[in-house]
């Protein structure tokens, strides 16, 4: 008699939890499951454009994210289990598995993506029978354990890191060493072409073996204890602490780094800089719950306030700024950057969306939505929460941020190598090639 005939049916969705260990969502589903079919679904196929014109995602995070589901696919069959990846809307694929296999358990990671949210609703709502269970693996605090009620969370993150550090953060990773057997056989992940090894070096590779092996890297080198000094320059791989690709799909989650910062405090050194990279786990953790309380508002022109900013969408303008060609060399070296390799430091974007808000006066949300496509490291919560900081209609009391490009310049690319690293040419001094009555501006 065939396994699943026999034994309680249990699916496990892997969203933004690329990974294994420290899976407490996983661990749940394997102290529940007699056996468990292991799914993830892919957007590999080409994505229509959203309202922006742009894709969900882009190549740069599509090669990152067949690199992480290889690396999964690798350590889900060391516990002699195996990865379904499937492709098209997560709703229909995932009811279609519910049926095939009379799924009687669902469990995930719990996701602040609208989307994602709407979808498990939709599935809760069409399948009554099924339990669906989901566990917080993408946050430093639970659910349960948040310290203060979701729909208190502070209109500032500074309100919030006060509470969040006198709170017990229980930052100890699990670790799984067993799963239940799978519904199948069948190893798509393995064979299904729309996965495939990556073809050339990169920077940056997907999974939660690369994961570790850079956690080794940065944590056995002195990097930690300079973070603050060096975190805001614009080029260098050991600047900061590129943590954030694997963050964002899971390959890593963010209790084990909190843990293993916490023994690099213990054993080496604790300064300002660690708890500067603490800080900074807290300001992303903060985003992620400011997502899930304030919903579609964090698409919304006028973001989580009442008065919307004074900006429209130029198209032309807008081109420029994805295109590098703006008359701000130091933006336009920026924009050729994310482009070219997917990835941005910190103060890059904030110079970027700066001057997309206040120098061009285009809608934030196309900012946003660009930035969604092409970044490596996307995070619905953290990229659509800072754009919303920048543009004065978030999380911010102060109403947004206007940097000086020519004093950032002069701070933080005074010799130029940056933009001559990255072709920061300026274009005409005109933001637009015809003025308001569409006549050529000469």
């Known amino acids: 008699m065939d396994l699943a005939d026999t034994q309680k049916r249990s ?14 969502a996983l661990l749940q589903a394997a102290k529940s499951a007699e056996a468990l079919h292991c799914i993830t679904v892919s957007e590999t196929t080409p994505l229509a454009p959203n309202r922006y014109g742009f894709k969900d995602i882009g190549t740069h995070r599509q090669r990152f994210m067949d690199e992480s589901r290889l690396d999964l696919q690798r350590d889900l069959s060391a516990l002699s289990q195996s990865l ?10 995932i009811q279609k598995e519910i049926d095939q296999y009379e799924i009687t358990q669902v469990f995930r990671s719990r996701n602040a993506g609208w989307n994602e949210q709407q979808y498990w ?27 203060i009620d979701i729909s208190d969370l502070p209109a500032s993150f500074s309100k919030f890191r006060r509470i969040a550090e006198q709170s017990n953060i229980d930052y100890q990773p699990v670790t799984i060493e067993r799963l239940p057997p799978p519904l199948t056989t069948s190893n798509i992940a393995a064979n299904d072409s729309s996965i495939a090894a990556p073809t050339k070096e990169n920077t940056f590779k997907g999974g939660a073996t690369s994961a570790w092996q850079h956690i080794d890297d940065y944590f056995a080198s002195e990097h930690p ?15 900061s602490t590129k943590f954030s690709p694997w963050l964002a799909n899971g390959c890593l989650g963010v209790r084990a780094l909190l843990n293993r910062l916490k023994v690099y405090e213990r054993d080496v050194v604790q300064n300002e800089s660690t708890y500067w990279i603490y800080f900074e786990l807290l300001w992303r953790e903060y985003f992620q719950w400011y997502a899930h309380k ?7 022109f006028s973001g989580i306030g009442s008065r ?11 081109k420029r700024w994805t295109n590098g060609n703006t008359p701000y060399p130091l933006v336009n ?33 196309y900012g946003a939505a660009y930035f969604q496509e092409v970044l490596l490291d996307h995070d619905v919560a953290s990229n659509w929460g ?16 206007h940097f000086n490009l020519e004093k950032q310049t002069k701070q933080f690319d005074f010799d130029a190598r940056y933009r001559k690293r990255w072709g920061g040419n300026a274009s005409s001094t005109d933001l637009d090639s015809v003025d308001a009555a569409d006549w050529p501006i000469a």
């Open 11 to 24: 699916l496990f969705l892997f969203t933004n939890d690329l990974r294994v260990q420290d899976n407490s």
């Open 84 to 93: 379904v990846v499937l492709r098209g809307d997560p709703a229909i694929q």
């Open 121 to 147: 609703a939709a599935l809760q709502q069409a399948n009554p029978e099924v339990a669906f269970q989901e566990f917080d693996t993408h946050t430093l605090f639970s659910l349960d354990k948040l310290p």
């Open 225 to 239: 204890s300079t973070y603050k000094i060096n975190r805001n320059a614009l080029d260098g791989w050991t600047n």
């Open 294 to 300: 304030h919903g579609t508002s964090l698409f919304r």
């Open 308 to 318: 919307s900013p004074l900006t429209s969408f130029y198209p032309e303008r807008f």
């Open 333 to 365: 070296a920026c924009m050729n950057e994310l482009s070219s390799t997917g990835f941005l430091s910190n103060r890059g974007r904030q110079i970027v969306a700066s001057c997309l808000v206040n120098e061009l006066a285009v809608d934030w949300r």
């Open 386 to 401: 800072n754009w919303q900081y920048i543009a004065g209609v978030g999380a911010d009391p102060r109403g947004g941020r």
